[in-house]
């Protein structure tokens, strides 16, 4: 007799024997029992999780010798005929490849016969449903709609959203859910048990993690096993077989990481690839091995035990997590999640990995932000520091009785203009060699005071940016930008400006030649750009010695590499 593989040989043969599905079986079973089944049922969900199967079932418990039941013997002529595929009263038909709507006239004229003798339903069974044309949809529905007495449809597919509304609308509807992880590994037990197979518990959950929630998937990558090991299977085995990676591997290249040896995460990587695996499988393996260290940090054994994690590998997870903080842990699982979504769509996936780890391995440990300002408070309430100390003032050398009041706060950058106009008017004064007599001094930071106090307007502001040449009686001398210039050369601003010229020094008679600069922009020298450059002194001033102080040492040690960006003072 030749060999039958494990998923054919181990097809569940009553509802009770089907796993993970007991929402779609209790309905069944219960409608045989109350004789309210219906003409036709949709059952929809992904592959290998028993549609057909459970077809097969329900086919054989309204077609039993005993009669319709819920637990067919599974002995009788009926039962024998639909489990080998050879019913007369069982039809099964391969959506895929009989399509057309001559295949489904076929079938309508098929209808029409009366169940043979000895079975109560005529029952089809059309597997991939959602690959029947339009039309063949379209002379099918009338059948679904007003079937023959005594006959039961049953459509199962993958994909229900390419079904028609007005198909679906005609069954009773079932929607089958993936399995379990520790479905899948209890029935492969119950397998091993009955093939004398000796498998480790880490074996069975590396199977079943692989089969992605489908039972045949997983007697298929058994039976696989199973030929490579022969009657014993460990984990290594089975991560050989299968091209997958082994947890040991995933528990060193997670504890290189925490130790941020990126040297060994590297040679693990290596390692592991020279093995020949599948980069997706292992990145996959990769982001659930993190998956389960972030459920062992927030919630232990327990919830290790929810997702199907074996007792020595859970222990093994809380250990590695124990002494890391959580803010690092989720950092990491955001990290290996989103690194491992773009190692997929790489061209270069074992490159994209590589980097990935070594990220992963070299960077900061997140800070506990709490504890940081614990820490400052701590340090403020010892009098470490004082935050309520206002910023230091840059002070300047004193003035000339004869200076005005400061235009401004920053009587720092007013006194420095001060003097160095001051300095510049006697100079100015002694080339000329005015008498003792005359009026007073020019100083042109005095000057532009009283300009600023008569509100003349515009006039202050354009005066502000310009730099002085000469200016001494009935001499001004200044070089201006070019808007700044075009607006003193004017009539009626030249007339503004002599008025207050002779306002402040007494003198009527006044040559002023103005030179232009560059547009939009202060001339060097003027009291606007002086202000500028005092101001910036300041700040940088203040930022100095903010950096020297004690607070911003301890901050800068917590997090490296940060820098100060802006400094508000109060006013």
């Known amino acids: ?66 009669g319709s039941t819920p637990e067919p013997c599974g002995k009788c002529v009926n039962c ?35 169940p043979p003798s000895g079975s109560k339903y005529k029952i089809y069974i059309i597997d991939e449903v959602h690959m029947l044309s339009v039309s063949a949809f379209n002379a099918l529905l009338k059948s679904l709609e007003e079937p023959p007495p005594n006959t039961v ?49 880490e074996a069975l959950i590396m199977i079943s993690r692989l089969a992605d929630g489908s039972m045949r998937d997983a007697q298929s990558l058994l039976d696989r096993v199973q030929s490579f090991c022969e009657d014993k299977i460990n984990a290594a085995d089975a991560a050989t077989a299968l ?9 060193e290249l997670s504890e290189a990481v925490f130790h941020r040896n990126s040297d060994k995460a590297l040679e693990l990587i290596n390692q592991t690839f020279s093995t020949g695996i599948d980069p997706t499988i292992f990145l996959k393996e990769f982001v659930l091995h993190w ?22 590998p859970a222990e093994e997870l809380i250990i590695q997590v124990r002494d890391e903080s959580s803010q690092d842990v989720q950092d990491l699982v955001h990290l290996a999640r989103d690194g491992a979504d773009d190692a997929i769509r790489s061209m270069y996936p074992r490159y994209a990995l590589e980097s990935l780890v070594v990220r992963m391995a070299t960077r900061e440990k997140v800070k506990d932000i709490a504890n940081i300002l614990s820490s400052v408070r701590k340090m403020v309430k010892n009098g470490d520091v004082d935050l309520k100390k206002k910023s230091p003032i840059v002070k300047a050398q004193p003035v000339e009785a004869s200076v ?36 007073k001094i020019l100083n042109w930071v005095n000057f532009f005071d009283s300009v600023k106090t008569s509100k003349v307007p515009m006039l202050p502001e354009q005066l502000a940016r310009i730099a002085i040449v000469e200016f001494a009686p009935g001499i001004l001398h200044m070089k201006a930008p070019e808007f700044t210039a075009s607006y003193l050369q004017r009539s009626e601003h030249l007339i503004t400006l002599k008025h207050q010229l002779h306002k402040f020094s007494g003198i009527t008679d006044w040559n002023i030649k103005i030179e232009k600069g ?25 930022k100095a010695k903010a950096e020297n102080s004690k607070i911003i040492k301890s901050l800068k040690k917590t997090f490296p590499g940060s820098t100060i960006e802006r400094i508000k003072t109060e006013v």
């Not at 219960?30 to 929809?44: D, Q």
């Not at 997702?307 to 020595?312: A, G, L, M, T, Y």
């Not at 203009?417 to 008498?435: F, G, I, M, P, R």
């Open 1 to 66: 007799m030749s060999y039958l593989v494990l998923a054919r040989k181990y097809r569940p043969n009553t509802f009770t024997d089907v796993s993970g599905q007991e929402h779609v079986t209790r309905t069944l079973a219960n409608a045989i029992k109350r004789e309210k089944v219906a003409h036709a049922y949709l059952f929809c969900g992904p592959r290998g999780v028993g549609k057909t199967s459970i077809a097969r079932i329900f086919s054989k418990a309204l077609n039993c010798e005993k």
């Open 80 to 114: 024998n005929e639909i489990v080998h595929g050879n019913s007369l009263a069982v039809r099964e038909i391969d959506g895929a490849s009989h399509n057309s709507v001559d295949n489904v006239r076929e079938l309508i004229e098929h209808f029409r016969s009366l």
């Open 153 to 201: 449809f049953i459509l199962a597919t993958t994909e229900p959203h390419k079904i028609p509304e007005t198909v679906i609308s005609r069954c009773q509807r079932f929607d089958f859910k993936a399995l379990e992880l520790t479905e899948i590994r209890d029935r492969l037990k119950l397998i091993a048990d009955s093939e004398s197979l000796d498998i480790d518990e």
């Open 243 to 251: 091209g997958v990676v082994e947890k040991k591997v995933l528990f």
């Open 291 to 312: 998956r389960e260290l972030l459920i062992a940090k927030f919630s232990g054994t327990q919830g290790l035990t929810r997702v199907s994690v074996p007792k020595d």
């Open 404 to 439: 005005a009041a400061p235009i401004q706060k920053k009587t720092s950058a007013k006194n420095i203009l001060a003097k160095k106009h001051t300095s510049k008017t006697e100079s100015l004064v002694d080339k000329k060699k005015q008498v003792s007599n005359e009026p």
């Open 518 to 542: 560059v547009n939009g922009q202060s001339e060097p020298g003027s009291i606007h750009y002086q202000l500028q450059e005092a101001e910036k002194e300041q700040e940088r001033n203040i």
